[in-house]
């Protein structure tokens, strides 16, 4: 089991930029794929980006492309949503969590996703 902390939320204006981290403990999460999930009130978690181990395959929601960006460093076991260009429908609760099986492209049902972190408020003003 992957215990995940997410960190690096925030009030932010309507074009403004944030960058989220998700720190891991365990010896497991260099070799895992991670994600990254949001949920908004009275909505649905839904995916948002995923990496795999490497760092090498990325994969995004159509809402955050080329407007996020998905990194991470195995070496601090921490992963990285850097959120650019804000919109007030960005406003949610972040989540970062560990994909259940590898693959070679991170997949995005929320389901097949384990070991949540307890996330951080993202909210964007017009």
């Known amino acids: 089991q992957v215990q995940l902390v997410e960190a690096g939320g925030g009030l932010v204006q309507a074009g403004g930029s944030l960058r989220l981290s998700c720190v891991a403990s365990?010896?497991?999460?260099?070799?895992?794929?991670m994600g990254w999930f949001r949920q908004a009130p009275g909505k649905e978690r839904e995916f948002v980006a995923g990496?795999?181990?490497?760092?090498?395959?990325?994969n995004y929601a159509d809402s955050v492309k080329g407007r996020f960006t998905i990194s991470r460093d195995n070496a601090k076991n921490t992963v990285y949503l850097k959120m650019n260009s804000l919109k007030p429908e960005d406003t949610a609760v972040y989540y970062c969590?560990?994909?259940?099986?590898?693959?070679?492209?991170?997949?995005?049902?929320?389901?097949?996703?384990?070991?949540w972190g307890q996330g951080t408020q993202v909210t964007v003003s017009s």
């Open positions: 365990g010896r497991t999460f260099s070799s895992r794929t």
């Open positions: 990496i795999n181990w490497s760092g090498v395959t990325t």
């Open positions: 969590a560990v994909q259940r099986l590898n693959t070679v492209v991170p997949v995005t049902t929320t389901r097949l996703y384990d070991d």
